[in-house]
């Protein structure tokens, strides 16, 4: 405090007691709230009168009229579709098959031949010369001979059928045999050959008849083969057939009733032909082992 002036300890005794007096006002305020504090609110307040408010009229709403529903379309039902009736097959009835018969050829194995005579089989020839006629190297054809074969040479299997003529003359024949076999069985007809000739060839084939002819004029002919003793055995085939019906059934009368003998069987007509290519000294042809391939119905 020496430091200070006198003026500013006169300015700080002053401040001193200001901030008394304010403590001291700030004292007695307090105490005197405490002690009255009912006197700060009147006793009795008389409420400020309510407003009223004016009357305000209020129209009556209209009412909106209903909207009128459109109808619903009536749901129309769809017709009822009439089902179409199941058409139940006819049963076909399924045509009992016929077992093939066994079709056999008679003298396959041409044994016990005799002169011209050949058991089981029949034979045609071509013949337009007899013995004392003048001929003709290429159109006259001499009646053909059938015998065994006597050369061992020539043989085929045993028995052997041998055909020739005359010398220097030609022959052509056909040799045949019918058979019964099952309406519509597949058949084809082989059977071995041989051939000599002292010159050129013999030329030979075989065939069959599907309709069971008594010849070989409607014969179907397999390939055609020209051969001699170079040759050796050889196997001719016949085309493929099948076996047709009948073509006149027999009838017969029961009673007051003729009826027709319905039948499954038929007749084919096995056939092999021989002919010298050129006549000669010798020309021969040699058969064997024909046989039947037959195949049942389909």
């Given amino acids: 405090m020496s430091a200070l002036t006198r003026t500013q300890k006169i300015i700080l005794l002053i401040l001193a007691v200001l901030d008394v007096a304010v403590i001291a006002g700030l004292a007695a305020i307090v105490v005197n709230a405490t002690r009255h504090p009912a006197e700060a609110l009147p006793t009795s307040a008389t409420p400020a009168p309510?407003?009223?408010?004016?009357?305000?009229?209020?129209?009556t709403p209209t009412l909106t009229?209903?909207?009128?529903?459109?109808?619903?379309?009536?749901?129309?039902?769809?017709?009822?579709?009439?089902?179409?009736?199941?058409?139940?097959?006819?049963?076909?009835?399924?045509?009992?098959?016929?077992?093939?018969?066994?079709?056999?050829?008679?003298?396959?194995?041409?044994?016990?031949?005799?002169?011209?005579?050949?058991?089981?089989?029949?034979?045609?020839?071509?013949?337009?010369y007899k013995s004392g006629d003048e001929y003709n190297t290429e159109t006259s054809y001499a009646e053909p001979q059938f015998t065994a074969a006597d050369d061992p040479v020539r043989r085929i299997n045993g028995t052997t059928l041998k055909i020739e003529t005359i010398r220097w003359l030609k022959f052509r024949t056909w040799v045949h045999q019918t058979v019964t076999?099952?309406?519509?069985?597949?058949?084809?007809?082989?059977?071995?050959?041989?051939?000599?000739?002292?010159?050129?060839?013999?030329?030979?084939?075989?065939?069959?008849?599907?309709?069971?002819?008594?010849?070989?004029?409607?014969?179907?002919?397999?390939?055609?083969?020209?051969?001699?003793?170079?040759?050796?055995?050889?196997?001719?085939?016949?085309?493929?057939?099948?076996?047709?019906?009948?073509?006149?059934?027999?009838?017969?009368?029961?009673?007051?009733?003729?009826?027709?003998?319905?039948?499954?069987?038929?007749?084919?007509?096995v056939c092999f032909f021989a002919e010298p290519a050129y006549p000669h000294v010798n020309n021969a042809a040699f058969f064997d082992q024909a046989e039947l391939n037959v195949a049942p119905p389909r």
């Fill in 181 to 269: 076999a099952t309406v519509g069985s597949r058949v084809t007809f082989r059977i071995k050959a041989g051939a000599f000739s002292s010159l050129d060839t013999v030329i030979v084939r075989a065939g069959i008849d599907p309709t069971g002819a008594g010849n070989c004029n409607n014969a179907r002919w397999g390939s055609e083969m020209r051969i001699n003793q170079t040759s050796g055995t050889v196997t001719l085939t016949s085309p493929t057939v099948v076996v047709a019906e009948l073509a006149n059934p027999t009838t017969r009368e029961e009673g007051n009733e003729e009826t027709t003998e319905v039948t499954h069987l038929g007749r084919i007509t």
């Fill in 65 to 128: 009229p209903r909207p009128t529903l459109i109808a619903r379309p009536t749901n129309t039902p769809a017709p009822t579709r009439t089902p179409i009736p199941t058409v139940v097959p006819t049963e076909t009835p399924t045509p009992t098959p016929v077992p093939p018969i066994d079709v056999r050829l008679e003298g396959a194995n041409f044994d016990f031949l005799l002169p011209n005579r050949i058991p089981g089989w029949e034979w045609d020839a071509y013949v337009n």
């Fill in 50 to 59: 309510t407003q009223t408010p004016a009357a305000t009229w209020t129209p």
